[in-house]
Structure formats: C-alpha cells, structure tokens
C-alpha cells in the first residue's frame, strides 16, 4: 500500500529555446499525476530558458514548481540575482546542485552549494522572512552535516528498489527524501548515461531488453515507482520522464500514486 502523501516530482524537458509550447503541454499532461515539477537549469551543460522563468510560467499554469539552480554557472552576484528574481515571481522553493561539468572542464569557483545554501538563508532573513524550500542533491553515502540544513534532498537515480532503499538508510536525513527514478528511452541512452555519470549501475538486463523494446524503460521506470511508492520508505520521487512523458502519465495516471 502507497505510503501517505507519496509524491511524484516530474522533472521536465530543459526548454532549449525561446518557444514554452512544449512546457506548457508537458505540464498539462502530467498534470494529473505530478504533485510539483523541478525545472532543470542549463541541464547537461546545455543553455536553456532560465529556470525561474519556466518556474514562473507553470505557476502560471496552475501548477507548483521547484527551480533548479546549479553553482557551475553563476558567481555569488549571480546568485543574489536570482534570489532577487524568484522572490518578485513569487517562486520560493529550488534545488541547489553543482552543475554537471562542462566539456570544456571549466567552472566557476565562485560559488558552491553550500554557499547557496547559507545565502538564501540569510536572503530570507534579510526580507521579511521569505518563506523558502531548499533542496539539494545526494550521489550516495552519509549526507555531509552542511547538506543536513537543506530541507529535502533528491537521491541519484537508481534502477532497483533494493539499490535505493540502501541509499536512503544511509543517509542520515530526517526529512524529506525523494528517490530518483529515470525513463531509459533506448539502449543507446543507457549507456551513454553510464558513461557520464559516476555510480551509475544501468542493469544488463534492462539494456538487453531495451535492444528488444523501445518502451521497457517506461514500463521499468513505472513499475520501480510503483515499488517505491509501496515500500513506505521515501516521501516521493524525482521522476525524469525525459520524452516519454505521455505514455508514463498513461501507466501511472489512477493508481493513486502522486499528490
């Protein structure tokens, strides 16, 4: 049985240029089934629309969302801009990561998240106490004490329910925890995926049965949710639906799983 308030976080596709048309219908579709929707920034190291700003539009939408904001493209001027920014649009709740690395190798050591951390804190308190949710995001292992001041933490993706339930008894968090659970659209995007990102164990099994079915990463992804969901032990999940959004809203849609 689905533990209470089990939340699902769908993370949308980064929107690469100025057109939100595929925004908006992303977050019509999974309107039903998504509790809150993070915005990627810049994600992969590719420009996009300002994340606050598409926060601000699916707010518009009737939705809630969370702005992700990564250290690797800003300085700590940057940051208080954006703070500044949010707080006029009224969207009060981010994720704070330290960017996927750049091709080039290059970043900027002006700002990390643990500084963002104590920046928006001491932003809030500077204006009137502005009401702020911060999140940040764990690769595994204990969460170090500075993370342990963020209010909810995103778990990296995980493709076994056993292989996220050490995860999360292993991080000695005591408050809201969301598993990350991907849809894996080919064989080709799992192993690409397992190349860049450290950690990332993509079953051989599910590779295998990629080669044979475009959909088995959807029906993977969902039935790990749905696992999830019953297991009791996370608030929700960070659900990276990536292109696949319409046929994990059909799967998922009813089964009484989000909000």
């Known amino acids: 049985m689905a533990a209470p308030c089990f939340e699902i976080i769908c993370e949308i596709e980064p929107a690469t240029t100025p057109d939100l048309r595929g ?8 309107s039903q089934l998504s509790s ?9 190291g590719r420009a996009a629309v300002s994340s606050i700003a598409v926060a601000r539009e699916v707010a518009q939408l009737g939705a809630a969302a969370i702005a992700c ?5 800003r300085n700590r001027l940057g940051f208080a801009r954006d703070l500044l920014t949010a707080a006029a649009y009224g969207i009060g709740e981010f994720l704070f990561v330290a960017g996927d690395r750049p091709e080039s190798g290059r970043r900027s050591d002006d700002l990390t998240v643990q500084m963002m951390l104590e920046q928006a804190r001491h932003f809030a308190a500077r204006h009137g106490g502005t009401e702020l949710r911060l999140g940040v995001a764990s690769a595994g292992g204990s969460l170090p004490r500075w993370k342990r001041d963020a209010d909810f933490v995103f778990c990296q993706v995980g493709f076994s329910l ?14 809201k925890v969301y598993a990350g659970v991907i849809v894996l659209s080919s064989a080709a995007m799992a192993c690409k995926l397992a190349a860049e990102i450290p950690d990332l164990n993509v079953p051989d099994d ?8 475009r959909d088995a990463g959807v029906h993977a992804a969902c039935a790990l949710v749905e ?19 319409r046929q994990v809203a059909q799967l ?3 089964r009484h799983l989000g909000r």
């Open 206 to 213: 599910l590779v295998a049965a990629l080669e044979r079915d």
């Open 23 to 30: 925004v908006r219908l992303e977050v019509a579709t999974l």
């Open 36 to 44: 809150r929707f993070l915005i990627p920034d810049n994600h992969l």
């Open 162 to 175: 056993p292989e996220l339930l050490a995860r999360r008894e292993a991080l000695g968090f005591d408050g």
């Open 69 to 73: 904001l990564n250290a690797r493209d």
């Open 252 to 254: 998922l849609e009813g």
């Open 227 to 245: 696992a999830l969901a019953a297991s009791g032990a996370f608030d929700g999940v960070h659900l990276v639906p990536v292109r696949r959004y």
